[in-house]
């Protein structure tokens, strides 16, 4: 099963860990593991290039572990409230997306949220 926790301050959405394998299927044949991993790639790539803000993460190849922190989605790190907004709210569309996938894929994913300061 694949754990995924968001992380929350005041409201804004600013990263998440990923840890453990789906076990939807077998290793590099599981399209619930390749979607998590093609969303998460895109988030990054988004945050990075698209919206121009920094973005730190991992991710352990051995593990398929991830964790992402994403700064500039919060007030405190941003003052461009545009990408404050724009970067926060693409990992709460995550947050969301992943929601829909667990009403389906209950048994291979879980999906939390914590209020977590940093």
Known sequence: M????????DGFYYGFEEQGHTGYGESGEDIL????????????NAIEVTYDCSVDYEIDEKTTDIRLIAKSAL????????KQFAV??????Y????????????????????????
């Open 88 to 93: 926060s709210g693409l990992i709460q569309a």
């Open 33 to 44: 593991c390749s979607a998590l991993s093609a969303m998460t790639m895109l988030i990054i």
């Open 75 to 82: 007030p405190k790190y941003e003052k461009d409230e545009k």
């Open 2 to 9: 694949t754990t995924i926790t968001f992380y929350k301050a």
């Open 95 to 118: 947050f969301y997306q992943l929601m829909d996938l667990v009403e389906e894929y209950y048994d291979y994913l879980d999906v939390k949220e914590i209020e977590r300061k940093i």
